[in-house]
């Protein structure tokens, strides 16, 4: 994954289809493949200063607070959560499990 080195960006796979993305103060929730042909958004380049991901295989790129898709070949949007600022961070595919069930329900988490 490449990064925007402007400002702290992580992003974690915590559960098969299920990406936390901490960047700039704000926590994330987003499925892990893309919507256009699955590509993994972990090998992806995040950019912190926009709040955009871009998918490694063709180059889709979408808004993080919206999942609205920005460029690449029509597939949709992404299914994103941004998680309240008093909300504890999952730290386990079985939280990543209860997150997913509660803010993506469409998610195929474990
Ligand atoms: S799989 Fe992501 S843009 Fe094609």
């Known amino acids: ?3 925007d080195t402007g ?3 992580s992003l974690r796979q915590i559960a098969p289809d299920l990406l936390l993305i901490e960047v700039a ?9 893309c919507p256009h042909r699955k590509g993994r958004l972990r090998y992806g380049y995040l950019n912190g200063r926009t709040l955009r991901i871009t998918c490694p295989l063709h180059h889709s790129t979408f808004d993080l607070l919206t999942g ?15 998680l ?5 961070s999952p730290r386990s595919a079985a ?3 209860a997150y997913a069930e509660a803010v993506l329900p469409e998610a195929g988490a474990p």
């Open 1 to 3: 994954m490449t990064q």
């Open 7 to 9: 400002r702290p960006v």
């Open 25 to 33: 103060g704000r926590r994330v929730l987003t499925q892990a493949e």
């Open 68 to 82: 609205q898709q920005v460029a690449g070949p029509p597939c949709g949007s992404l299914r994103v959560t941004l």
């Open 84 to 88: 309240p600022e008093d909300a504890a």
């Open 95 to 97: 939280e990543a499990a």
